[in-house]
């Protein structure tokens, strides 16, 4: 069932909790004017609050499927605790969004955050781990570190650059858990599983391919630009994905090309890709994780600091696409 993407704390005890690990947030440089008429970074976070709460649910499934195939009970807390990590970054894209002069209002399907296995991984939980493993770690954050990391470069914000910093060295240590897992998982996967997992990380290869043939968005402040955007995320596919999966018995067709793009610069394409790092968006994890597309409407959202999240009231969209959502 559809719904405006929105968030809240509870706080009191409950929040305390939290609070180590989103105490950074209110330290970057919020005093810093941002532009409240650029609406394509708007989208930006408000999608990417949305792509990193879609990839909680997925690392919440992965630290289930992870108890269910008996994995090292240290992989099962990495799962976890990356969990939590996804949660601080849905507030700070939201309060990004906010300090950019407000979120967009967004409709999500909150029941479909994360692909239901197939039917080979549902009687199996070994193969269950992997597939969602493969899909949101050795592929969706995976590819999300590079683009963060350009963006980062071309932010044209000391607040947006650190928040960006701050967001990349927690989805090195997410998409590392791809690796560690496959690392113990290998010896117990025979070459039917290892060309099904194959077939996984191709398919959600593709589930960017819309990405790169739909809108643009200017660089900065978090959103790159399809001549910045395109031909970073084709050098990466190879160097950060292929390669380790073949090293690891793996092998993945080749994602199709990407189209070909004019110079000419459009609005965000509702559904582009995960976080910052996407040219206009965060519908990435949560698309290749299973969510559903979202629709998007311009929304004034609340100030920077007022928010339980500048998510309150506005929408977004995620990391999806490759965890599936």
């Given amino acids: 069932?559809?719904?405006?993407?929105?968030?809240?704390?509870?706080?009191?005890?409950?929040?305390?909790?939290l609070a180590r690990r989103r105490a950074w947030i209110d330290e970057l440089p919020w005093s810093e004017p941002l532009p409240e008429d650029a609406i394509g970074a708007r989208v930006v976070w408000t999608r990417t609050a949305f792509s990193e709460y879609a990839s909680a649910a997925a690392f919440a499934e992965i630290a289930a499927a992870l108890l269910a195939a008996g994995a090292p009970i240290d992989l099962v807390a990495a799962a976890g605790d990356f969990l939590v990590d996804e949660i601080v970054h849905t507030e700070v894209a939201a309060r990004l969004a906010a300090a950019l002069g407000g979120a967009v209002a967004l409709e999500v399907d909150l029941s479909r955050l994360v692909r239901p296995p197939t039917p080979a991984?549902?009687?199996?939980?070994?193969?269950?781990?992997?597939?969602?493993?493969?899909?949101?770690?050795?592929?969706?954050?995976?590819?999300?570190?590079?683009?963060?990391?350009?963006?980062?470069?071309?932010?044209?914000?000391?607040?947006?650059?650190?928040?960006?910093?701050?967001?990349?060295?927690?989805?090195?240590s997410h998409a590392q858990l791809g690796w560690w897992f496959l690392?113990?998982?290998?010896?117990?996967?025979?070459?039917?599983?290892?060309?099904?997992l194959g077939e996984v990380a191709g398919a959600a290869l593709a589930a960017f391919a819309p990405i790169l043939g739909g809108g643009c968005s200017d660089s900065g402040l978090g959103a790159l630009a399809c001549d910045r955007y395109d031909p970073g995320f084709a050098a990466a596919t190879p160097r950060a994905v292929l390669?380790?999966?073949?090293?690891?018995?793996?092998?993945?067709?080749?994602?199709?090309?990407?189209?070909?793009?004019?110079?000419?610069?459009?609005?965000?394409?509702?559904?582009?890709?995960?976080?910052?790092?996407?040219?206009?968006?965060?519908?990435?994890?949560?698309?290749?994780?299973?969510?559903?597309?979202?629709?998007?409407?311009?929304?004034?959202?609340?100030?920077?600091?007022?928010?339980?999240?500048?998510?309150?009231?506005?929408?977004?969209?995620?990391k999806a696409d490759a965890a599936g959502a």
């Fill in 243 to 318: 390669r380790p999966l073949a090293a690891r018995g793996i092998a993945v067709a080749a994602p199709p090309a990407a189209p070909a793009q004019t110079t000419e610069h459009r609005a965000p394409a509702p559904g582009s890709a995960r976080s910052a790092g996407r040219r206009a968006g965060s519908d990435g994890e949560a698309n290749a994780a299973g969510a559903a597309p979202a629709r998007t409407t311009e929304h004034r959202a609340p100030a920077p600091g007022s928010a339980r999240s500048a998510g309150r009231r506005a929408g977004s969209d995620r």
């Fill in 1 to 17: 069932m559809s719904r405006m993407f929105s968030l809240a704390t509870l706080g009191g005890p409950v929040g305390r909790r």
């Fill in 121 to 172: 991984a549902a009687r199996d939980p070994l193969l269950g781990a992997s597939e969602l493993i493969v899909r949101t770690s050795c592929v969706g954050e995976t590819l999300t570190v590079p683009m963060l990391k350009l963006a980062r470069r071309i932010a044209g914000s000391a607040l947006i650059e650190a928040a960006l910093t701050a967001i990349a060295g927690d989805e090195s």
């Fill in 183 to 196: 690392d113990w998982a290998e010896p117990r996967l025979d070459d039917a599983a290892r060309a099904h």
